[in-house]
């Protein structure tokens, strides 16, 4: 199995930066057949959002709202993927999770706890 902790969430104003980080930790097996790593989020009475993801080849994507402001990275030797977050907005407040995907599995296999990111004035 595959464990992912967040880290890296908190208060910040509008404009702001934060990274959040998340590191993988388990059976190195089961961490080899993850393909793709992602970040999604939450808001409070919103549907969980795919926000961005980034592949095994270091391939990207992202939900519109985030594009140029957020960089999704990774750290294979690590074990750790990141979400760069600047020019925050109040919008982007969200309980943010890591996933982790094998391949050819159609939906995500490995979530992380959750961390908590706050944009306010």
């Known amino acids: 199995q595959v464990q992912l902790v967040e880290s890296g969430g908190g208060l910040v104003q509008p404009g702001e930066s934060l990274r959040l980080s998340c590191v993988a930790s388990?059976?190195?097996?089961?961490?080899?057949?993850?393909?793709?790593m992602g970040w999604y989020r939450q808001a409070p009475g919103k549907q969980r959002e795919l926000v961005a993801t980034?592949?095994?080849?270091?391939?990207?994507t992202y939900v519109d709202s985030v594009k140029g402001r957020f960089t999704i990275s990774r750290d294979g030797a690590k074990k750790t993927v990141y979400l760069q977050m600047n020019s925050l907005k109040p919008e982007d407040t969200a309980v943010y999770y890591c996933t982790g995907q094998k391949s050819r599995s159609l939906s995500v296999n490995y979530w992380g706890q959750g961390t908590q990111v706050t944009v306010s004035s």
């Open positions: 388990g059976s190195m097996l089961s961490i080899l057949t993850i393909s793709t």
């Open positions: 980034i592949t095994r080849d270091g391939n990207t």
